[in-house]
């Protein structure tokens, strides 16, 4: 559906000004699109208020609660500086690494190596950077396309990294 503007007689010439009374919405979408913001803003809120949206935002935040449950002890003992919340972090997804690639329930500790690096990692970073006065930087790390064994040490090459820096890296 999309609002157009009618012009009377279906002259070019007629300027009348655009009001409510003279719209109408209809089906033909190779009409002219007035106030298309609107028309965005309206169909985005139809998504945010969809009966399946409130499910799915629900699910998350089952999940973040499960998730939180089965770590309290993990997330408990992080220490209080962004620097070792971030090396403790990575120790954390270093040793789920192995469950994720070789374990039985591969789907639900990927999912939780994905909740650390999501909430914790990543917000450690952002508390690193702010605290050090930096600006967020992109991840010095990239990982192409690789089998899922050479995902896997690039991974724990990059999370040792963190968590053991050598001095040569750390003094620039």
């Given at each position: 559906?999309?609002?157009?503007?009618?012009?009377?007689?279906?002259?070019?010439?007629?300027?009348?000004?655009?009001?409510?009374?003279?719209?109408?919405?209809?089906?033909?979408?190779?009409?002219?699109?007035?106030?298309?913001?609107?028309?965005?803003?309206?169909?985005?809120?139809?998504?945010?208020?969809?009966?399946?949206?409130?499910?799915?935002?629900?699910?998350?935040?089952?999940?973040?609660?499960e998730f939180a449950e089965r770590y309290n002890d993990v997330l408990a003992a992080a220490p209080r500086t962004a620097e070792g919340k971030l090396r403790y972090f990575a120790n954390v997804m270093l040793n789920l690494l192995p469950s994720?690639?070789?374990?039985?329930?591969?789907?639900?500790?990927?999912?939780?190596?994905?909740?650390?690096?999501?909430?914790?990692?990543?917000?450690?970073?952002?508390?690193?950077?702010?605290?050090?006065?930096?600006?967020?930087?992109?991840?010095?790390?990239?990982?192409?396309?690789?089998?899922?064994?050479?995902?896997?040490?690039?991974?724990?090459?990059?999370?040792?990294?963190?968590?053991?820096?050598?001095?040569?890296?750390?003094?620039?």
């Amino acid at each position: 559906m999309c609002t157009i503007i009618l012009l009377e007689n279906h002259q070019k010439k007629s300027r009348k000004k655009c009001t409510p009374a003279n719209t109408v919405e209809i089906p033909n979408e190779n009409k002219t699109i007035t106030n298309f913001i609107g028309y965005m803003a309206s169909k985005v809120s139809e998504i945010q208020n969809s009966p399946w949206q409130k499910p799915l935002e629900q699910r998350e935040q089952e999940d973040q609660k499960e998730f939180a449950e089965r770590y309290n002890d993990v997330l408990a003992a992080a220490p209080r500086t962004a620097e070792g919340k971030l090396r403790y972090f990575a120790n954390v997804m270093l040793n789920l690494l192995p469950s994720v690639f070789h374990g039985r329930q591969k789907n639900l500790f990927f999912s939780d190596f994905s909740m650390f690096y999501l909430s914790e990692f990543d917000a450690a970073y952002s508390q690193y950077c702010n605290v050090n006065q930096e600006y967020e930087k992109e991840y010095p790390f990239r990982f192409p396309l690789l089998e899922a064994n050479a995902l896997e040490k690039e991974l724990q090459d990059c999370l040792q990294q963190i968590i053991f820096p050598s001095p040569a890296k750390s003094r620039k």
